[in-house]
């Protein structure tokens, strides 16, 4: 990788199942028909992630549009998940749902943070909080705590994961136009973090969808310089495979992301490492020093204002 920085993403992405391991053993809550996953960014997908896991008895929710409408988390069990505990969206609406939601669970790296002081209950992420850190190790812990919260976190071989995505991250493209991320099911969310990790590393346009949504929306305005990778976990009907071959048909970049066989955690963790390392391996070949975002001192100036 090129530089100190970049290297030291490589080896957070490396130590990952060592990490996520230990985790998978912890005790966490459970969470009832109802409850509430909170989170912006990042932690929006693993967010995301709980509705899919939980089969849609768990809604998925904005931190903002939590705190303007509070009575939907009446006597309901909201887990706010923020990995500094920081953030003004998410401390807003833990403090207007304290005395109307059942329960309140922060998911945190930080028991000592402003939102572990507003809720009932912390789950504390066992690593430490770096600011202007894209998420690597972060997003797993957090979409690994969600799903076991949810009720479908079964056992995982993260170290073959990361295995065979170092294989199969080539299967990952990027368009000089739009890179689109498709997913179905708990690829959606992955989608949605590969998207946005294109944003932060590579500061380049990219949007996440749905299969299925895509061939309604997107595909219209779709142009010879994009570029449509379709992760093929989580897609019983095999609906990536004739969209890939459909697109490319009418002369337009399209690539299957392999799935992993295993439980649906093996299948999930594999897309998340195959992202991962498909980004720093594109930020290698840019010869990026540090994510994009980075440089963006204007943008990060107003993203400040706005998060924080």
């Known amino acids: 990788m090129a530089g100190n920085r970049m290297s030291a993403f490589a080896l957070e992405v490396e130590r990952q199942p060592g990490v996520l391991l230990k985790f998978s ?29 939980s089969n849609g008895s768990c809604i998925a929710i904005d931190p903002y549009h939590l705190a303007s409408t509070p009575g939907i ?24 749902v304290r005395t109307v939601a059942k329960r309140t669970i922060a998911i945190t790296s930080d028991q000592e943070s402003k939102l572990a002081d507003l809720v009932d209950e912390v789950v504390r992420l066992p690593m430490r909080y770096h600011p202007r850190a894209p998420g690597l190790l972060s997003y797993s812990l957090s979409l690994l705590a ?11 071989d993260f170290e073959s994961a990361l295995r065979a995505a170092r294989k199969d ?11 689109y991320f498709l997913g179905n099911s708990l690829a959606y969310p992955v989608a949605m973090y590969a998207a946005a990790k294109t944003y932060e590393f590579l500061g380049a346009k990219a949007h996440p969808q749905l299969i299925e949504e895509f061939s309604h929306l997107e595909l219209f305005s779709l142009e010879s310089s994009d570029a449509v990778n379709i992760f093929s976990a ?7 495979g004739r969209l890939a071959e459909a697109l490319a048909h009418q002369g337009y970049a399209s690539h299957v992301v392999p799935s992993l066989g ?13 992202s991962q390392l498909s980004l ?22 107003v993203s400040d204002s706005m998060i924080y």
């Open 73 to 96: 988390a009446r006597e309901a069990d909201v887990f706010l998940i923020s990995v500094s505990g920081r953030t003004a969206s998410n401390l807003a609406a833990a403090k207007k």
């Open 25 to 53: 053993n912890s005790n966490l809550p459970k969470a009832r028909k109802g409850s509430l996953f909170v989170g912006a960014g990042d932690s929006y997908s693993a967010a995301m992630a709980g509705f899919f896991a």
């Open 280 to 301: 720093l391996r594109r930020a290698s070949e840019l010869r990026q020093s540090k994510p994009d975002f980075l440089k963006a001192t204007g943008r990060l100036a």
């Open 146 to 156: 969600v799903l076991r919260i949810a009720g479908r976190g079964q056992k995982c």
């Open 169 to 179: 991250e080539k299967n990952i493209h990027w368009g000089g136009g739009t890179t």
């Open 262 to 274: 295993g439980s649906e955690t093996d299948q999930l963790f594999h897309a998340v490492f195959t």
């Open 234 to 240: 989580f897609d019983p009907l095999r609906v990536a």
